[in-house]
């Protein structure tokens, strides 16, 4: 099989991230970057790859088999338009969109185009997390009561990405809202919301930096999805599911493997999506996920500022 030339847009942190997850792939490699920030730009410095200042440039310098896109989350839905308009399958990064709105019109127009669109979720391809979905539905734990999942980060991003990544449920919280999901393959159908009160000084206007919140499922279920800007033992994440049978923790990001798993786990997603645009089945995130888990972090939000539970 020839291996699937990618293109990456956006240099930035999680851009970069995924050069290093994509590093020991045997299927998949980064052919061409795109990055219109000489700043970002410079991190790249001596990279043997071939960066362009525009993504007009990287497209139409050809030989990509689909493009991975990791620029600003206000930038997503007219990426995805003019990469599909370019007749490239796509891999976006999370959340696609600001808003379940932009999320649902990039669906339309990947179903317009007839190419695949694939969000990154990258959750659905850790190996821990997916022997998890496949015990519950198996019926491991018998009805389950309670779905946990919860997204602690060590140190909490600059402020000024903070103000403008759509706050802490948008930024942080859509990861676990699709995981939950997903998990338990259940819609949440109720939400409410909780902030605390302690803050970091200065605060981030915008950005609260711990947020609790509780889910009503369509089948029953309850799910609870903590979130943190800040954990002294570094960026972490778990899961816990409580059923009539029995009842399990999944601690499958944690210091000092915690990267390595991270790493992993985008590397896994970006070989499925090679996969898929070749006319292989989807085993990520669709647009409708999006849709779904941006709608439940508009939510909690709303809740928020309420008072009032949303569904």
Not at 26 to 32: G, L, W
Not at 120 to 143: H, K, N, T
Not at 234 to 250: H, L, R
């Amino acid at each position: 099989m020839a291996v699937f030339r990618l293109g990456l847009i956006g240099a930035g942190r999680m851009g970069r991230t995924h050069l290093r997850a994509l590093e020991d792939s045997d299927s998949v490699r980064v052919a061409a970057i795109a990055e219109a920030s000489p700043q970002q730009r410079q991190q790249l410095t001596g990279c043997a790859i071939p960066v362009h200042e525009t993504v007009e440039a990287m497209l139409s310098a050809g030989r990509l088999d689909g493009v991975l896109i990791a620029a600003p989350t206000n930038l997503h839905l007219g990426l995805v338009g003019r990469v599909l308009a370019h007749g490239l399958p796509v891999l976006c990064e999370k959340p696609c969109g600001s808003g379940p709105a932009e999320a649902m019109e990039a669906a339309q127009v990947a179903a317009t185009s007839g190419l695949p669109l694939q969000i990154a979720y990258w959750r659905r391809f850790v190996p821990a997390l997916r022997q998890l979905r496949e015990r519950i539905a198996g019926g491991a734990f018998g009805d389950v009561y309670l779905a946990t999942c919860y997204q602690w980060d060590g140190e909490p991003p600059s402020a000024s990405f903070r103000v403008n990544s759509g706050g802490i449920f948008v930024d942080m919280g859509v990861h676990e809202f699709d995981q939950l999901r997903w998990l338990t393959d259940q819609d949440i159908t109720r939400i409410s919301a909780a902030v605390a009160g302690v803050a970091a000084e200065p605060p981030v206007q915008g950005d609260a930096e711990s947020a609790q919140v509780l889910c009503h499922l369509s089948r029953g279920s309850t799910g609870f999805v903590s979130l943190g800007r800040r954990f002294p033992a570094g960026d972490v994440c778990w899961a816990q599911i409580f059923g009539t049978s029995n009842a399990e923790e999944c601690r499958f990001l944690w210091p000092p493997e915690g990267e390595s798993a991270f790493l992993q786990a985008l590397r896994l997603q970006a070989e499925s999506f090679a996969r898929y645009a070749g006319g292989g089945e989807r085993e990520g995130a669709q647009a409708a996920d999006a849709v779904a888990a941006l709608s439940a972090a508009c939510s909690a939000s709303q809740v928020l500022g309420s008072g009032v539970e949303g569904s």
